[in-house]
């Protein structure tokens, strides 16, 4: 089946800091890659994503490439600032042309102090 | 932001009881999903729906069913609730041309069971 794993945390940076998350899994097919984000007391929101081998999804400074060599779909982000505390979720979708449903990781907390 | 409302936000309950969550949609994605939120374990599916009156299993359904009778409400039931189920449970949908993958959270359910 499939699944995704990712460093749990708590990761605590300074302001400004390089930021790496990493994120790897194992899919039976050709999936589809995505970061969410959840700030504290709300839903998750779409961070980014990847469709394809070697594609990269950016947004808000945010990025990740999608490396099928590797299994991987780590974020990045060059200069982190206090309002990037929250939790991260890596997913992923193998639905094949239908939707059955993500499969997430168990999420990163990052803490960012100024 | 998609317009996904759950209701109610807050629920406590008794062991044994039946809960309804309600979760309604105003963009008509064909799509929609239930997850749980758990610490430690990330996200897990529990139904999804893609279609009236067309529902599937997913990860973690026992003990829940759900149902789909319009296009924009999709209702999951404990049919007796236990402290097992205690947790937060999202919404979410998808299902736009071009962002079949794509899935918009609701802000959450978050259910006590006592």
């Known amino acids: 089946g499939n699944s995704v794993t990712q460093m749990e945390g708590p990761v605590t940076l300074s302001e400004e800091a390089f930021l790496t998350i990493n994120c790897t899994y194992t899919?039976?097919?050709?999936?589809?890659l995505f970061w969410y984000v959840q700030y504290p007391g709300e839903g998750l929101q779409l961070l980014l994503k990847a469709t394809k081998a070697d594609d990269k999804g950016s947004n808000k400074g945010f990025e990740a490439t999608y490396r099928k060599e590797t299994t991987s779909f780590h974020l990045e982000k060059g200069s982190v600032q206090v309002s990037d505390s929250a939790v991260y979720f890596c997913?992923?979708?193998?639905?094949?042309?239908?939707?059955?449903?993500?499969?997430f990781g168990k999420g990163t907390h990052l803490i960012i102090q100024p | 932001d998609a317009g996904i409302t759950q209701s109610p936000r807050h629920k406590v309950t008794e062991t044994g009881t039946p809960v309804t969550l309600r979760c309604h949609q105003t963009?008509?994605?064909?799509?929609m999903y239930w997850y749980r939120q758990d610490p430690g374990h990330g996200l897990r599916l529990i139904h999804y729906?893609?279609?009236?009156?067309?529902?599937d299993k997913g990860e973690v359904s026992d003990g829940y069913s759900v149902s789909r009778s319009k296009t924009e409400d999709f209702l999951l039931t404990l049919e007796s609730a236990t402290s097992s189920q205690t947790s937060v449970y999202f919404c979410?949908?998808?299902?736009?041309?071009?962002?079949?993958?794509?899935?918009?959270f609701g802000p959450g359910t978050r259910l006590t069971v006592t």
């Open positions: 997913a992923l979708t193998d639905s094949g042309g239908g939707a059955d449903g993500l499969t």
């Open positions: 729906s893609y279609g009236v009156k067309d529902t």
């Open positions: 979410a949908i998808s299902g736009l041309a071009g962002e079949a993958y794509e899935q918009y």
């Open positions: 899919a039976t097919g050709y999936p589809s």
């Open positions: 963009e008509n994605h064909r799509y």
